[in-house]
T-cell receptor
């Protein structure tokens, strides 16, 4: 099925643990992004990539790392989880964001206790 | 930085029209989008408009853009219960098209 696949769908972490949220797309999109969604705050951009090997910070990058070794995959790493990182995380990809917008995955709901 | 604002909640009766409003601050906004999010799901692109347009119609959806007031609206004609969702306005500009700025979302409730 074509689209953006995120795993896992749900995750509970203890404070201080690390983990990687996976994101894969099979549409050969160059542009990929990670957003977090918090109640009353809409979606905020964490990191984004305009192609393999190229990443940049968004609005709220602290505590997260990304890499883009292939066109298909864009994993998000939480280095040392904090309760403030409890959120729903969305990965998105696009062929040309300006003209086509982004296609979103179904999200990962992360709880840090 | 850029800011996008929306009202939090809108309730309409089935069959009526819904109008969801959005204001933005970035005068260089080039691309403006409306996304729909159903419970437990990701965001789905509904429609978009470029800054050189005033209006765009797509079946039951009409987007109006007032660049002078930096105001964007989404009208849904003949609103159905399946339209109940959260609607997000988002914008980006020519220099940073890969970076979307989202509003807080408007929850649309459709009642019988």
């Amino acid at each position: 099925n074509a689209g953006v696949t995120q795993t896992p769908k749900f995750q509970v972490l203890k404070t201080g643990q690390s983990m990687t949220l996976q994101c894969a797309q099979d549409m050969n999109h160059e542009y990929m992004s990670w957003y977090r969604q918090d109640p009353g705050m809409g979606l905020r951009l964490i990191h984004y990539s305009v192609g393999a090997g190229i990443t940049d910070q968004g609005e709220v990058p602290n505590g997260y790392n990304v890499s883009r070794s292939t066109t298909e995959d864009f994993p998000l790493r939480l280095l040392s989880a904090a309760p403030s990182q409890t959120s729903v995380y969305f990965c998105a990809s696009s062929y040309s964001p300006g003209h086509y917008g982004y296609t979103f995955g179904s999200g990962t709901r992360l709880t840090v206790v | 930085g850029e800011d996008v604002e929306q009202s939090l909640f809108l309730s309409v009766r089935e069959g009526d029209s819904s109008v969801i409003n959005c204001t933005y601050t970035d005068s260089s906004s080039t691309y403006l989008y409306w996304y729909k999010q159903e419970p437990g799901a990701g965001l789905q692109l509904l429609t978009y408009i470029f800054s050189n347009m005033d209006m765009k119609q797509d079946q039951r959806l009409t987007v109006l853009l007032n660049k002078k007031d930096k105001h964007l609206s989404l009208r849904i004609a003949d609103t159905q219960t399946g339209d109940s969702a959260i609607y997000f306005c988002a914008e980006s500009n020519l220099g940073t098209a890969s970076k979307l700025t989202f509003g807080t979302g408007t929850r649309l409730q459709v009642t019988l």
